[in-house]
Protein backbone atom coordinates (compact mmCIF):
# COMPACT_ATOMS: atom_id res chain seq x y z
CA UNK A 1 0.00 0.00 0.00
CA UNK A 2 1.16 2.96 -0.72
CA UNK A 3 0.14 6.27 1.64
CA UNK A 4 -1.25 9.85 0.43
CA UNK A 5 2.08 12.44 0.34
CA UNK A 6 2.02 16.44 1.41
CA UNK A 7 3.26 16.70 -2.40
CA UNK A 8 0.39 14.33 -4.52
CA UNK A 9 3.35 11.88 -4.72
CA UNK A 10 3.05 8.43 -3.02
CA UNK A 11 5.61 7.06 0.12
CA UNK A 12 6.88 3.96 -1.37
CA UNK A 13 6.99 1.26 1.71
CA UNK A 14 9.44 -1.46 1.60
CA UNK A 15 13.25 -1.50 2.45
CA UNK A 16 14.64 1.11 4.43
CA UNK A 17 16.88 3.57 2.96
CA UNK A 18 18.17 4.60 6.75
CA UNK A 19 17.60 2.93 9.67
CA UNK A 20 18.15 3.57 13.84
CA UNK A 21 18.15 0.62 15.96
CA UNK A 22 18.42 0.87 19.90
CA UNK A 23 19.99 4.24 19.04
CA UNK A 24 22.09 5.10 22.62
CA UNK A 25 24.09 8.68 22.75
CA UNK A 26 24.89 10.24 25.90
CA UNK A 27 27.20 13.32 27.16
CA UNK A 28 29.51 14.04 30.05
CA UNK A 29 26.92 15.52 33.02
CA UNK A 30 27.52 18.04 35.56
CA UNK A 31 28.90 15.24 38.05
CA UNK A 32 33.08 14.22 36.97
CA UNK A 33 32.18 10.77 35.57
CA UNK A 34 28.69 11.49 35.37
CA UNK A 35 27.27 10.76 32.05
CA UNK A 36 23.58 12.07 30.64
CA UNK A 37 21.69 9.72 28.39
CA UNK A 38 20.12 11.80 25.64
CA UNK A 39 18.85 9.26 23.50
CA UNK A 40 17.51 6.37 25.21
CA UNK A 41 17.03 3.67 22.45
CA UNK A 42 16.30 5.09 19.40
CA UNK A 43 14.15 3.01 16.61
CA UNK A 44 13.65 5.29 13.13
CA UNK A 45 13.35 3.91 9.49
CA UNK A 46 13.25 6.66 6.47
CA UNK A 47 12.03 4.90 3.15
CA UNK A 48 13.69 6.07 0.23
CA UNK A 49 12.17 8.80 -1.15
CA UNK A 50 9.52 9.67 2.00
CA UNK A 51 9.65 12.85 4.77
CA UNK A 52 9.94 10.94 8.13
CA UNK A 53 9.01 14.39 10.15
CA UNK A 54 10.92 14.16 13.47
CA UNK A 55 8.58 15.94 15.82
CA UNK A 56 8.80 16.62 19.85
CA UNK A 57 9.75 19.78 22.16
CA UNK A 58 13.38 21.52 22.57
CA UNK A 59 15.51 19.37 23.90
CA UNK A 60 14.15 15.87 23.69
CA UNK A 61 17.21 14.90 21.71
CA UNK A 62 15.72 15.63 17.45
CA UNK A 63 19.64 17.52 16.84
CA UNK A 64 21.15 14.70 18.63
CA UNK A 65 19.63 12.33 16.37
CA UNK A 66 20.73 14.34 13.33
CA UNK A 67 24.12 14.80 14.35
CA UNK A 68 24.44 10.74 15.16
CA UNK A 69 23.02 9.59 11.53
CA UNK A 70 26.08 12.42 10.16
CA UNK A 71 28.58 10.63 12.48
CA UNK A 72 29.13 13.96 14.40
CA UNK A 73 28.20 12.72 17.63
CA UNK A 74 29.58 8.91 19.07
CA UNK A 75 26.88 6.51 19.18
CA UNK A 76 26.97 4.49 22.41
CA UNK A 77 25.56 1.72 21.95
CA UNK A 78 23.05 0.53 19.05
CA UNK A 79 23.41 0.64 15.54
CA UNK A 80 22.63 2.87 12.12
CA UNK A 81 22.51 1.83 9.00
CA UNK A 82 22.36 3.61 5.37
CA UNK A 83 21.78 1.71 2.32
CA UNK A 84 21.74 -1.53 4.12
CA UNK A 85 25.38 -0.42 5.02
CA UNK A 86 26.39 0.07 8.87
CA UNK A 87 27.55 3.71 8.91
CA UNK A 88 27.90 4.42 13.05
CA UNK A 89 31.34 2.55 12.83
CA UNK A 90 32.29 4.20 9.33
CA UNK A 91 36.36 5.54 9.07
CA UNK A 92 36.44 9.12 8.53
CA UNK A 93 37.16 8.39 4.81
CA UNK A 94 34.12 6.53 4.33
CA UNK A 95 32.15 9.09 6.03
CA UNK A 96 33.83 11.41 3.65
CA UNK A 97 32.45 9.05 0.99
CA UNK A 98 28.95 8.54 2.06
CA UNK A 99 28.75 12.49 1.78
CA UNK A 100 27.81 12.16 -1.76
CA UNK A 101 24.83 10.12 -0.43
CA UNK A 102 23.88 11.43 2.83
CA UNK A 103 23.67 15.76 3.61
CA UNK A 104 22.18 18.03 5.91
CA UNK A 105 20.27 21.56 5.85
CA UNK A 106 20.77 23.26 9.52
CA UNK A 107 18.77 25.50 10.76
CA UNK A 108 20.77 28.89 10.71
CA UNK A 109 21.33 30.06 7.14
CA UNK A 110 23.66 32.47 8.69
CA UNK A 111 26.37 30.77 10.16
CA UNK A 112 26.05 27.40 7.75
CA UNK A 113 27.92 29.17 5.00
CA UNK A 114 31.48 30.35 4.67
CA UNK A 115 31.17 34.16 4.21
CA UNK A 116 34.34 34.49 2.89
CA UNK A 117 33.85 31.60 0.20
CA UNK A 118 31.70 32.94 -3.35
CA UNK A 119 28.46 31.11 -3.74
CA UNK A 120 29.89 29.45 -6.74
CA UNK A 121 32.74 28.30 -4.71
CA UNK A 122 30.55 26.98 -1.80
CA UNK A 123 28.89 25.03 -4.84
CA UNK A 124 31.96 23.82 -6.27
CA UNK A 125 33.50 22.58 -3.08
CA UNK A 126 31.77 19.80 -2.64
CA UNK A 127 31.46 18.36 -6.20
CA UNK A 128 35.66 19.12 -6.62
CA UNK A 129 36.26 17.05 -3.38
CA UNK A 130 34.61 14.38 -5.46
CA UNK A 131 36.44 14.88 -8.64
CA UNK A 132 34.90 17.04 -10.99
CA UNK A 133 36.20 18.67 -13.92
CA UNK A 134 36.03 22.70 -14.02
CA UNK A 135 33.84 22.56 -17.31
CA UNK A 136 31.28 20.30 -15.45
CA UNK A 137 31.43 22.04 -12.08
CA UNK A 138 30.38 25.34 -13.75
CA UNK A 139 27.70 23.70 -15.67
CA UNK A 140 26.27 21.74 -12.48
CA UNK A 141 26.28 25.17 -10.44
CA UNK A 142 24.71 26.73 -13.09
CA UNK A 143 22.30 24.01 -12.48
CA UNK A 144 22.15 24.09 -8.65
CA UNK A 145 21.16 27.81 -8.44
CA UNK A 146 18.71 27.17 -11.30
CA UNK A 147 16.97 24.31 -9.02
CA UNK A 148 16.61 26.96 -6.32
CA UNK A 149 15.30 29.87 -8.27
CA UNK A 150 18.22 31.50 -7.95
CA UNK A 151 19.85 33.95 -10.74
CA UNK A 152 22.61 32.55 -12.50
CA UNK A 153 24.92 35.43 -11.26
CA UNK A 154 24.48 34.34 -7.76
CA UNK A 155 27.47 32.58 -8.10
CA UNK A 156 30.16 35.55 -8.34
CA UNK A 157 28.46 36.61 -5.21
CA UNK A 158 29.03 36.16 -1.16
CA UNK A 159 26.38 34.99 1.39
CA UNK A 160 26.23 38.42 2.62
CA UNK A 161 24.97 39.98 -0.22
CA UNK A 162 22.03 37.47 0.41
CA UNK A 163 18.84 37.21 2.56
CA UNK A 164 17.74 34.71 4.93
CA UNK A 165 15.64 32.90 2.79
CA UNK A 166 18.11 32.98 -0.51
CA UNK A 167 20.50 31.99 1.72
CA UNK A 168 18.64 28.63 3.18
CA UNK A 169 18.52 28.35 -0.72
CA UNK A 170 22.01 28.26 -1.13
CA UNK A 171 22.10 25.41 1.69
CA UNK A 172 19.33 23.24 -0.38
CA UNK A 173 21.83 23.87 -3.82
CA UNK A 174 24.79 22.70 -1.89
CA UNK A 175 23.14 19.62 -0.18
CA UNK A 176 22.05 18.58 -3.75
CA UNK A 177 25.02 19.19 -5.20
CA UNK A 178 26.04 15.56 -5.21
CA UNK A 179 22.85 14.36 -6.23
CA UNK A 180 22.13 12.91 -2.29
CA UNK A 181 19.52 10.22 -1.52
CA UNK A 182 18.81 11.70 2.29
CA UNK A 183 19.03 14.95 3.43
CA UNK A 184 18.64 15.53 7.05
CA UNK A 185 16.63 19.02 7.49
CA UNK A 186 17.34 20.36 10.87
CA UNK A 187 14.73 22.85 11.57
CA UNK A 188 15.27 24.38 8.22
CA UNK A 189 12.60 27.09 8.34
CA UNK A 190 12.69 27.98 11.79
CA UNK A 191 14.80 30.90 11.62
CA UNK A 192 13.18 32.67 8.66
CA UNK A 193 9.77 34.48 8.70
CA UNK A 194 6.13 32.94 7.90
CA UNK A 195 6.39 33.63 4.17
CA UNK A 196 9.63 32.79 3.39
CA UNK A 197 9.16 29.47 5.39
CA UNK A 198 6.31 28.73 2.82
CA UNK A 199 8.45 29.67 -0.54
CA UNK A 200 11.41 27.30 1.54
CA UNK A 201 8.80 24.29 2.21
CA UNK A 202 7.50 24.09 -1.34
CA UNK A 203 10.78 24.21 -3.25
CA UNK A 204 11.78 20.98 -0.94
CA UNK A 205 8.58 19.46 -1.84
CA UNK A 206 9.53 20.51 -5.57
CA UNK A 207 12.52 19.11 -5.28
CA UNK A 208 11.58 15.87 -3.95
CA UNK A 209 8.61 15.40 -6.49
CA UNK A 210 11.42 16.10 -9.19
CA UNK A 211 14.19 13.54 -7.26
CA UNK A 212 12.68 11.54 -5.13
CA UNK A 213 15.39 12.42 -2.07
CA UNK A 214 14.22 11.21 1.04
CA UNK A 215 14.16 13.23 4.22
CA UNK A 216 14.76 13.56 7.59
CA UNK A 217 12.23 16.76 8.80
CA UNK A 218 13.40 17.68 12.08
CA UNK A 219 11.06 20.35 13.54
CA UNK A 220 9.89 21.36 16.48
CA UNK A 221 6.53 22.65 14.74
CA UNK A 222 3.80 20.15 14.18
CA UNK A 223 1.93 21.82 11.51
CA UNK A 224 5.04 22.50 9.48
CA UNK A 225 5.67 18.76 10.34
CA UNK A 226 2.71 17.77 9.02
CA UNK A 227 2.96 19.77 6.06
CA UNK A 228 6.25 18.21 4.79
CA UNK A 229 5.76 14.58 5.90
CA UNK A 230 4.24 11.09 5.04
CA UNK A 231 5.08 9.86 7.76
CA UNK A 232 5.80 11.48 11.57
CA UNK A 233 7.82 10.11 14.42
CA UNK A 234 7.09 12.07 18.25
CA UNK A 235 10.72 11.88 20.15
CA UNK A 236 9.99 12.34 23.99
CA UNK A 237 12.87 12.62 26.42
CA UNK A 238 15.20 10.51 24.25
CA UNK A 239 12.40 7.91 23.14
CA UNK A 240 10.43 7.95 20.06
CA UNK A 241 7.07 7.68 21.89
CA UNK A 242 4.84 6.84 18.54
CA UNK A 243 5.44 7.06 15.01
CA UNK A 244 2.92 6.27 12.41
CA UNK A 245 0.95 8.06 9.20
CA UNK A 246 1.30 12.09 9.30
CA UNK A 247 -2.44 12.44 9.51
CA UNK A 248 -3.10 9.60 11.61
CA UNK A 249 -0.66 11.46 14.07
CA UNK A 250 -1.59 14.51 13.90
CA UNK A 251 -5.18 14.18 14.15
CA UNK A 252 -5.96 10.97 16.03
CA UNK A 253 -2.34 10.64 17.99
CA UNK A 254 -2.41 7.40 20.04
CA UNK A 255 0.11 8.64 22.77
CA UNK A 256 -0.75 10.86 25.42
CA UNK A 257 2.73 12.99 24.91
CA UNK A 258 1.77 13.38 21.57
CA UNK A 259 -1.57 14.67 22.36
CA UNK A 260 -0.44 17.29 24.73
CA UNK A 261 1.76 18.28 21.97
CA UNK A 262 -0.75 18.90 19.61
CA UNK A 263 -2.72 20.79 22.11
CA UNK A 264 0.17 23.05 22.66
CA UNK A 265 0.82 23.60 19.71
CA UNK A 266 0.14 27.46 18.49
CA UNK A 267 -2.62 28.24 16.17
CA UNK A 268 -3.56 31.68 14.93
CA UNK A 269 -7.73 30.92 14.97
CA UNK A 270 -8.80 32.42 18.04
CA UNK A 271 -11.70 29.62 18.31
CA UNK A 272 -9.67 26.71 18.21
CA UNK A 273 -7.57 28.45 20.98
CA UNK A 274 -10.50 28.24 23.25
CA UNK A 275 -11.42 25.00 22.08
CA UNK A 276 -8.20 23.94 22.75
CA UNK A 277 -8.15 25.10 26.28
CA UNK A 278 -11.39 23.57 26.90
CA UNK A 279 -9.80 20.41 26.33
CA UNK A 280 -6.93 21.02 28.27
CA UNK A 281 -9.30 21.83 30.92
CA UNK A 282 -10.96 18.58 30.72
CA UNK A 283 -8.08 16.28 30.26
CA UNK A 284 -6.52 17.69 33.66
CA UNK A 285 -9.20 18.90 35.84
CA UNK A 286 -7.46 19.70 38.89
CA UNK A 287 -5.74 22.42 37.11
N1 LIG B 1 27.51 18.25 22.81
C1 LIG B 1 26.70 18.17 23.86
N2 LIG B 1 27.18 18.10 25.11
C2 LIG B 1 26.37 18.02 26.18
N3 LIG B 1 25.02 18.00 26.10
C3 LIG B 1 24.48 18.09 24.87
C4 LIG B 1 25.28 18.19 23.69
N4 LIG B 1 24.44 18.25 22.60
C5 LIG B 1 23.20 18.20 23.09
N5 LIG B 1 23.20 18.11 24.44
C6 LIG B 1 22.03 18.01 25.31
O1 LIG B 1 21.21 16.99 24.80
C7 LIG B 1 19.84 17.30 24.95
C8 LIG B 1 19.15 17.18 23.60
O2 LIG B 1 19.65 18.19 22.75
P1 LIG B 1 19.17 18.33 21.23
O3 LIG B 1 19.85 19.52 20.67
O4 LIG B 1 19.34 17.03 20.55
O5 LIG B 1 17.61 18.61 21.42
P2 LIG B 1 16.55 19.14 20.38
O6 LIG B 1 15.33 18.31 20.53
O7 LIG B 1 17.16 19.21 19.02
O8 LIG B 1 16.28 20.60 20.92
P3 LIG B 1 16.07 21.99 20.13
O9 LIG B 1 14.74 21.87 19.43
O10 LIG B 1 16.08 23.01 21.22
O11 LIG B 1 17.23 22.12 19.19
C9 LIG B 1 19.78 18.69 25.55
O12 LIG B 1 19.59 18.59 26.93
C10 LIG B 1 21.15 19.25 25.23
O13 LIG B 1 21.54 20.21 26.20
Known amino acids: MNTA ?36 GI ?26 ILGLVPVASGTITFGGERIDTA ?14 IFQDPYTSLNPSLTIGDTLAEPLIAQ ?13 LLDRVHLPADAADRLPREFSGGQRQRIAIARALALRPRLIVCDEPVSALDLT ?4 ILDL ?15 SHDLSVVRAMSHRVAVIHHG ?8 AQVTTAPEHPYTRTLLLSAPVADVAEQRRRRERRAEASPER
Not at 133 to 139: F, K, L, N, Q, Y
Not at 204 to 218: C, G, K, M, S
Not at 239 to 246: D, M, P, R, W
Open 5 to 40: SPNGTASPNGEALLSLRDVRVSFPGKRRRARTEVLK
Open 43 to 68: DLDVRPAETLGLVGESGSGKTTIGRA
Open 91 to 104: SAARRRALSRDLQV
Open 131 to 143: GGDARGTRARIAA
Open 196 to 199: TQRT
Open 204 to 218: LLEIQDDTAVAYLFI
Open 239 to 246: LIVETGES
